[in-house]
T-cell receptor, first 114, second 114 residues
Framework: DAGVTQSPTHLIKTRGQQVTLRCSPK?????VSWYQQALGQGPQFIFQ???????QRGNFPDRFSGHQFPNYSSELNVNALLLGDSALYLC?????????????FGPGTRLTVT | AQTVTQSQPEMSVQEAETVTLSCTYD???????LFWYKQPPSRQMILVIR??????QNATENRFSVNFQKAAKSFSLKISDSQLGDTAMYFC???????????FGQGTRLTINP
């Protein structure tokens, strides 16, 4: 049973560009959350998708947007990249129907903005 | 707003020793969940242990146990018989029931020395 997978592993972009990160949830999970982890910091919640809709959103600008597909996979898009967007982007999945509130994390995508 | 504070940026102990990591949180909610996650240098976040706020009994998972003090809003992690593989960043996280949004602390970098 594959866990949460993310692609690409690493990405280098230039300031002002746009980027798309991808996530496939753990089998049986229908909810996907995205987190941004700056170097040496704890992850910060960006948003969460369930049933192809954004269910919750953290304190991130509209430059950060997402999408969830019918197969529960998800994309995170960031427009007009800033140097401060350089971080590890983590995807986490969970089954909404369960009440354990455990989230399973992927290995992350390391984004570097130059 | 919920906040999580980890007051120990770094800790170091010898193999086989016992170590306790501290965590405090702030919330006005009464129903919530607390977690300790481990992030080894390979960076994939792994759940170590979970505690439901409505349970008075402290959670235990093999060598890992917690001391949950609800009134004090304290949630410490004890690692017994520490092993080299326990070397990692440890994050305390909080989730309000119904939200599935994790709020993380800043992390504690734990090093187990041979």
């Amino acid at each position: 049973d594959a866990g949460v997978t993310q692609s690409p592993t690493h990405l280098i972009k230039t300031r002002g560009q746009q980027v798309t990160l991808r996530c496939s949830p753990k089998s049986g999970h229908d909810t996907v959350s995205w987190y941004q982890q700056a170097l040496g910091q704890g992850p910060q919640f960006i948003f969460q998708y369930y049933e192809e809709e954004e269910r919750q959103r953290g304190n991130f600008p509209d430059r950060f947007s997402g999408h969830q597909f019918p197969n529960y996979s998800s994309e995170l898009n960031v427009n007009a990249l800033l140097l401060g967007d350089s971080a590890l982007y983590l995807c986490a999945s969970s089954p909404l129907s369960e009440r354990t509130y455990e989230q399973y994390f992927g290995p992350g995508t390391r984004l570097t903005v130059t | 707003a919920q906040t999580v504070t980890q007051s120990q940026p770094e800790m170091s102990v010898q193999e086989a020793e016992t170590v306790t990591l501290s965590c405090t949180y702030d919330t006005s909610e009464s129903n919530y969940y607390l977690f300790w996650y481990k992030q080894p240098p390979s960076r994939q976040m792994i759940l170590v242990i979970r505690q439901e706020a409505y349970k008075q009994q402290n959670a235990t998972e093999n060598r890992f146990s917690v001391n949950f003090q609800k009134a004090a809003k304290s949630f410490s992690l004890k690692i017994s018989d520490s092993q080299l593989g326990d070397t990692a960043m440890y994050f305390c996280a909080f989730c309000v029931q119904g939200a599935q949004k994790l709020v993380f602390g800043q992390g504690t970098r734990l090093t187990i020395n041979p």
